[in-house]
């Protein structure tokens, strides 16, 4: 059980991370990842190889820097309009680790709206947290979406 000021930074840091997401700060977002960070939604619950087993996403830093890139071009086609998000983070549990590492695991739900189209994402994070300073940086970011296994439209914003 961790103290309750280290719970609470960590429960900070995600709605932080959130609402870099739904504000649009996709560079800040980009920034709480360590530089071999990785973003990664498997597409089978329970998944545990990312590299032998077709993921949705699996996504390290260089990869992730061009998505960053991509969400900020004014022509990106598929971003027109671009997509608006509300992140909603709970039930966070966190536990350390070694090294000064957390792992974190939180329920989320993410409403995502474009143009006439409303799409909602649910399901479970669990973040690697390493120590950076007064605050964290994601060695790993696993979404576990509910419906994994089901048929996607591309996604243009990080859940």
Not at 13 to 28: N, P, Q, T, Y
Not at 66 to 73: H, K, N, P, S, T
Not at 79 to 84: D, G, K, S, Y
């Amino acid at each position: 059980m961790l103290d309750y000021q280290t719970q609470r930074r960590i429960e900070s840091f995600l709605h932080d991370e959130a609402k870099l997401l739904d504000g649009g700060d996709f560079e800040g977002w980009l920034k709480l990842y360590e530089p071999q960070g990785i973003y990664w939604m498997p597409s089978q619950p329970g998944q545990t190889d990312p590299l032998n087993v077709a993921s949705i996403v699996y996504e390290d830093h260089g990869i992730l820097s061009i998505r960053v890139q991509r969400l900020l071009e004014e022509r990106a086609l598929v971003l027109t309009p671009m997509p608006r998000t509300t992140h909603l983070v709970s039930n966070i549990e966190a536990q350390s680790g070694e090294d000064g590492d957390y792992t974190v695991q939180a329920a989320f739900v993410c409403i995502e709206h474009q143009a006439d189209k409303q799409r909602i994402y649910s399901g479970r994070h669990t973040y690697h947290l390493a120590l950076a300073d007064d605050s964290f940086r994601i060695r790993l970011k696993r979404v576990d979406l509910v419906n994994c296994d089901g048929t996607h439209v591309p996604m243009a914003i990080p859940l």
